[in-house]
């Protein structure tokens, strides 16, 4: 599938993060850690859009997940290589050159890296979340080795989807699955929404969830000034920690 300019657009959020870089096995990552008592069994594995941790919206809604009561642990995809967000004010970028040295086959290591230092720290069970490209390390730790490296997974507005081949594979998991589709996506868009309804229809594991007149992105750089946008992007969030809740 083509990548275009909504890959990089957005808006950049306003606030102040709270949580912390520290390295987990041996990877920067942005830890935010819930304010009380909680499950330090369970772990939130927050897998960032291609702006990384240098954009805010990434750490503030990681933030936000860690006030819903679990841990959470934004490991750096990209090795310090993250899109610059100048790209989203015009800026010039080539995705697919970078898209080309910062795929699975480098990301999934990564969290891999970190998922094993939070074993050895006693989490036993992991849930991802990922936005936009980073549906693909998603996809990998849901059947990494063939077994469940995570068991509860969250993808919204997704891009790089392999149709119909990655809905085929996970057809064949049970790990709980919550899309957040963009019903006015250009890269997973009503097509390629109502092929994955039909494939993975009949697997419980799998719910979609329909935002009407959203576009990609809106989860993560919508625009927040704009109350649709908001108000999505808020039931997006309220959806995503109530199905980690249910299933962790």
């Known amino acids: 599938m083509s990548l275009g300019k909504c890959c990089v657009s957005g808006h950049i959020h306003t606030g102040e993060p709270t949580g912390s870089i520290q390295e987990i096995g041996g990877v920067s990552t942005y830890v935010s850690l819930p304010s009380g008592d909680y499950d330090k069994t369970k772990a939130l594995l927050f897998l960032t859009d291609v702006f990384g941790l240098p954009l805010p919206n990434n750490r503030l809604l990681a933030d936000t997940f860690a006030a819903s009561g679990i841990a959470v642990y934004a490991p750096d995809l990209f090795n310090g290589e993250a899109i610059d967000m100048e790209a989203m004010h015009g800026g010039k970028v080539d995705l697919p050159a970078w898209l080309s040295t910062h795929g699975a086959d480098v990301t999934r290591p990564v969290a891999e890296k970190v998922i094993a230092a939070l074993k050895a ?45 990655d809905l085929e594979a996970l057809n064949k998991k049970s790990t709980p699955f919550l899309w957040h589709n963009a019903l006015k996506d250009y890269h997973f868009g009503p097509e ?57």
């Open 121 to 165: 720290q006693g989490v036993t069970r992991f849930a991802a979340t990922g936005y936009s490209v980073l549906l693909f390390p998603n996809i990998a730790l849901c059947d990494s080795a063939g077994t469940d490296t995570i068991q509860v997974a969250i993808v919204a507005h997704p891009s790089l989807l392999q149709v119909p081949e």
């Open 192 to 248: 390629q929404q109502a092929t994955a309804k039909k494939i993975l229809g009949d697997n419980s594991a799998h719910v979609f969830i329909d935002w009407e007149g959203q576009e990609h992105g809106f989860a993560i750089r919508g625009d927040s000034d704009k109350p649709d946008v908001k108000a999505a992007a808020e039931g997006a969030f309220k959806a995503s920690a109530e199905f980690i809740k249910k299933h962790l």
